[in-house]
């Protein structure tokens, strides 16, 4: 008996939303042209300032189906940010994130 699992995967487009009304750091990840989510507010600052240079660019893969935790997360989807960018941006990046995460605040 031969079993095949098929994932298709979804690469999206992450960019600054600085028209949001709720929140002036909000990042928006957009799938045919139109937005279907935003990346979390404890990090979408980091990744729109990040973002607000033209060079860079993010994108987003989906690894998973959405799930609702509660506590006012809304729906989340597990993903992969894939950044990039000049070596100095990345490495800017990483030298902001790398404590955040290891902190458990990311």
């Known amino acids: 008996m031969i079993s095949v699992l ?3 995967l979804q690469i999206l487009l992450a960019k600054p939303e600085p028209s949001n009304v709720r929140d002036k750091n909000a990042v928006a990840i957009f ?4 937005i279907v989510g935003h990346v979390p507010i404890n990090m979408a600052p980091i ?3 990040f ?3 033209e060079v860079n660019k993010a994108f987003v893969e989906v690894k ?3 799930v609702n ?3 006012g997360y809304g729906l989340e989807i597990p993903c992969v940010y894939r950044l990039y960018g000049p070596p100095r ?3 800017r990046l990483k030298d902001t994130l790398e404590p955040l995460i290891a902190a458990g605040h990311l």
């Open 31 to 34: 799938k045919d042209g139109s």
């Open 64 to 66: 998973g189906e959405k």
């Open 89 to 91: 941006y990345i490495q």
């Open 6 to 8: 098929v994932i298709f």
């Open 69 to 71: 935790r509660g506590g």
């Open 51 to 53: 973002l607000r240079r």
């Open 47 to 49: 990744l729109y300032q």
